[in-house]
């Protein structure tokens, strides 16, 4: 019996444990496996096979029960995911469902989640954009959160390792404030996003519009033909998992990837309650384990634990793991901990229409969602009456006019008409929002998710400066359009809740000093050395652009500090 | 949702299409399976000829051939909520009472013709906002119009003969010359 225990501990300990498979815990377990250490991947959710998993992925839209509608009855039991623009019948499979995981609001927050092998990033807009020192000096420079542990220069070589990787669309724009990367060609700009480009430069002083940059291989290298994928074939369907491995997701890249190192062991249905915390060795140990089917608690031991559960769940464990030393969450002298969550505010837009390039249409379907606008406000110099600023999309498009109009053969003809619209243009803000501590998340104390596990209470909110911004938006882009020449603008403002943005930030920041943040500048917890959290729970600042791959420059960097620290012994 | 199921509601739509016409009018019970609506058999065959009135068997398919009929109750039954389900059902009593007020015949008992000349009314009707008369029969209209246009665009028929569906473009022209694109 001894022996059986012995063994069983044996089969349970690892050189690293990498909480979460998706964008950043995928690239935790590669780079840990590249390395040749024994790892364990932990996955909530259940596992999602590239291919084989992906059942909808060649359906046409009349092989859907409800030709992509989902059913009343699923939409009224899911407000909360059904708000997600993704969560259609070709890709519900892959959100999680309202009663699944509930939490508490203490404010209207719509936390949209993908429990499975790859989790979000089977899902994501895949839009990657590289931060900049006016990103990373932000807080210094205007006063808020705290400093940055790190500059442009400690991630930008990250930056080239996981794009070469995961294969980047873009150009080289020679744009200060969004920095080049190691790019494949770019998916082009068509006429009027063209148009509205030169006209923005000729006119504006350091602002541009640039064909979005995005994880789509528009022309695999070998490297991408070594993780089994090919070239970007355009359908635009991303969502349902792409056949062809045309975007960078865990799923297709990372996690077969580390898999197939040999060293790697992905366990699914495998929540995270906490992590062990030995006193007397003054680090972390292991992590206690809930098996989703069985309900069993389970322990597993590693020398180094990466924490990429996603933001929120990063700090619900983190939270959760309490002890004699950490009775506040491990890690959390501070105080810190669970507070300062920040998000990105996309609820301004603006649409009208262009009369002009008419001799042109497009052919086949953009990858790239079409034109970005890197953040112009309060770059150089603070010029408004709000911090930080917005990035935001351009995008203009024709459609062929057919119409429904009356009945029979008239119908029949009014359906295939192929007269063209006229052009329309459309763009969306991405603001950056400030953290505070007064936006926070927290345990309850007595509700209990289905696996015995405290839920979470997530109070975030917008602020007076988030309302600035977004005026500011409207105003600004209103007046590039009008003096473009466009035509019956119309912008609009929402009221959505923080959270469906899905790019919830923070709670476990990086910084200098261990009395006001998490983190230390290798992402490793101040107090507990040995605990990397690498995922959006990391974010001292949210800056504008689309955060994934600033998570998996983080990651790959974390990963080799850790390695180092191994090899010296430290941990 | 798998394919295999998806593949199979599929077959189901266009198998029962094929076996409808020989099993109307029995016993006053529906041939198509429904969860939520409460309808008769002469509701559901009102409904057949509505769809097919709307989308006739031309030089093309029409909505019976097509299974569309099928598809709209579907649709009704499983993605609209109970109040539009409601309105539906009214709307659709409205509409035989009408049809049967101006024809002096049921809506079932009528020709292609009358029913053409009787449902492009409606279709006029159903564009003016301002049109106040018979509001649920407009909704009760509108639904079926609008699931009847949206599963036939959705078909396979429509996305490959009618137009080219293109499940892989495996192409993005940025500049495309409208010329070209008339003829295509």
């Known amino acids: 019996m001894a022996n059986l225990n012995i063994d069983s501990v044996k089969d349970r300990t690892f050189d690293a444990i990498v909480i979460g498979s998706g964008m950043s815990g995928g690239w935790a377990a590669k780079e840990f496996t590249d390395k040749g250490l024994k790892t364990l991947v932990l996955e909530r959710g259940r596992d999602v096979k590239h291919l084989k998993d992906y059942p909808t992925t060649n359906l046409y839209p009349w092989e859907f029960p409800h030709h992509g509608v989902l059913p009343d009855d699923v939409q009224k039991a899911n407000p909360i995911v059904n708000r997600c623009y993704a969560f259609g019948e070709d890709a519900a499979h892959f959100f999680v469902k309202d009663a699944e995981h509930p939490y508490v609001q203490e404010k209207p927050f719509d936390w949209i989640r993908g429990y499975q092998t790859g989790g979000k990033s089977l899902l994501w807009a895949r839009q990657t954009q590289r931060w900049s020192d006016f990103d990373f000096e932000g807080p210094a420079r205007d006063g808020f959160a705290v400093d940055w542990p790190i500059r442009y220069a400690d991630i930008a070589p990250w930056y080239s390792y996981v794009e070469k990787f995961a294969g980047i669309s873009g150009n080289r724009d020679g744009i200060p404030e ?174 009208a229409e262009y009369d002009g390039a008419k001799e042109w249409t497009t052919d086949g379907r953009n990858p790239a969602g079409g034109g970005y606008m890197p953040r112009f406000r309060n770059v150089y110099k603070q010029e408004t009456n709000f911090l930080r600023g917005y990035a935001a999309g351009f995008s203009a498009y024709r459609w062929q006019q057919n119409s429904s109009d009356g009945i029979g053969q008239d119908l029949k003809n009014n359906l295939v008409k192929k007269d063209l619209s006229g052009w329309h243009v459309g763009s969306h803000m991405m603001g950056e929002t400030i953290p505070k501590e007064t936006n926070y998340v927290a345990l309850d104390k007595s509700l209990k998710d289905p696996f015995g596990i405290p839920q979470l209470r997530i109070s975030v909110d917008y602020d007076d400066n988030d309302e600035k911004m977004k005026k500011d938006y409207v105003e600004q882009m209103t007046e590039m359009f009008t003096s473009a020449g466009f035509t019956n603008i119309q912008a609009s403002t929402d009221h959505r809740a923080p959270g469906l943005d899905i790019h919830e930030m923070g709670g476990v920041r990086m910084g200098n000093d261990p009395k006001t943040s998490m983190l230390d500048k290798w992402h490793r917890l101040h107090a507990c050395k040995n605990v990397y959290v690498t995922d959006g729970a990391s974010m001292t600042s949210t800056s504008c652009q689309n955060p994934s791959l600033t998570y998996m420059a983080f990651t790959a960097r974390a990963v080799d500090h850790a390695i180092g620290e191994m090899k010296k012994g430290n941990v | 949702m798998n394919r295999r199921v998806a593949i199979r509601n599929m077959a189901l739509i266009l198998g029962s299409a094929a076996v409808l016409p020989s099993c109307l009018n029995d016993k006053g019970k529906p041939v198509v399976q429904l969860k939520h609506l409460k309808i008769d058999a002469d509701q559901e065959t009102l409904v057949n000829n509505l769809t097919e009135t709307i989308l006739p068997k031309t030089d093309t398919p029409g909505a019976g051939e097509l299974g569309i009929n099928l598809f709209v109750f579907k649709m009704i039954d499983d993605c609209y909520d109970k109040e539009h389900q409601q309105d539906f059902i009214a709307g659709l009593g409205d509409f035989a009472a009408e049809a049967k007020k101006q024809l002096g015949k049921s809506f079932n008992e009528c020709t292609a013709k009358e029913r053409t000349t009787f449902v492009s009314a409606i279709d006029k009707n159903s564009k003016d906002e301002k049109y106040k008369d018979n509001t649920k029969l407009i909704a009760f209209y509108r639904m079926v119009k609008d699931q009847t246009v949206f599963g036939y665009t959705t078909s396979k028929y429509f996305m490959t003969k009618q137009i080219v569906y293109e499940l892989v473009p495996g192409r993005y022209n940025a500049y495309f010359p409208v010329k070209k694109h008339a003829a295509v």
Do not use: M
């Open chain 1, 178 to 351: 969004l920095p080049d990367g190691e790019f494949l060609p770019a998916f082009p700009l068509n006429a009027v996003e063209t148009f509205f480009s030169n006209h923005v430069k000729k006119t504006y002083k350091n602002r541009h519009v640039i064909s979005a940059r995005c994880a789509h291989l528009s022309k695999p290298n070998q490297i991408h033909l070594d993780q089994g994928r090919g070239q970007c074939q355009e359908r635009t369907l991303c969502q349902r998992g792409c056949p062809f491995g045309g975007y960078f997701s865990a799923n297709s890249s990372t996690i077969p990837w580390a898999l197939k190192s040999g060293h790697c062991t992905l366990r699914p249905y495998s929540v995270v309650e906490s992590i062990i915390y030995d006193e007397k060795k003054g680090k972390a140990t292991g992590v206690r384990v809930i098996d989703a089917n069985t309900k069993e608690a389970i322990e597993y031991y590693a020398d180094v634990i990466f924490v990429n559960a996603a933001a929120l769940n990063s700090n619900l464990i983190l939270l959760n793991s309490t002890s004699g030393r950490f009775p506040n969450g491990l890690g959390n002298d501070s105080g810190t901990l669970g507070k300062y969550v920040a998000f990105h505010n996309y609820s301004a837009h603006i649409n």
